[in-house]
């Protein structure tokens, strides 16, 4: 998913209108809504100070607005590719499920991150959390 449509999801997800997030984002109120307007259609892309004020006014982390564009499966595929590269992770099968396999001895922090995430899936899974507060620890992480 595109910067723009990262933004355009947070937005609507904290019910903003374009105008509103651009003036919290420090936009005067004459070019607010039309700036915020360019940045979700991908016709200007934010810039790394911009991206943080963006992501504060939304309430999540500057990297949930940068995730890689991910449109189809082949992109996916070289996503993973570059986490081969990255952090060595392998792809086993079983009957059941393909895995990605991490060595956690060399990456002791994802390793950590990656355990924290199981934890709070467990958590959604056996309704200690709810789907939002989930929603809310993944953005802000």
């Keep these: 998913m595109s910067i723009g449509k990262r933004l355009r999801f947070f937005r609507k997800k904290a019910q903003m209108t374009q105008k509103e997030l651009g003036l ?3 936009f005067s109120p004459l070019s607010a809504e039309v ?3 360019q940045y979700e259609s991908g016709e200007r892309t934010p810039r790394y100070l911009l991206r943080e004020k963006l992501a ?3 309430g999540v982390a500057s ?3 940068s995730v890689p564009n ?3 499966d082949r992109e996916l595929m070289h996503l993973l590719f570059a986490l081969e590269d ?3 992770i392998t792809i086993t099968e079983d009957d059941y499920a393909f895995r990605l396999e991490i060595p956690n001895q060399e990456f002791t922090l994802l390793s950590i991150d990656l355990l924290s995430w199981k934890e709070k899936q467990a958590q959604l899974r056996e309704g200690e959390i709810t789907k939002e507060e989930y929603d809310n620890w993944r953005y802000n992480f």
């Design 35 to 37: 700036r915020i307007a």
């Design 63 to 65: 990297a949930a607005l």
């Design 86 to 88: 990255h952090c060595r």
């Design 24 to 26: 919290l984002a420090g």
């Design 56 to 58: 504060s006014a939304l």
């Design 70 to 72: 991910i449109e189809n």
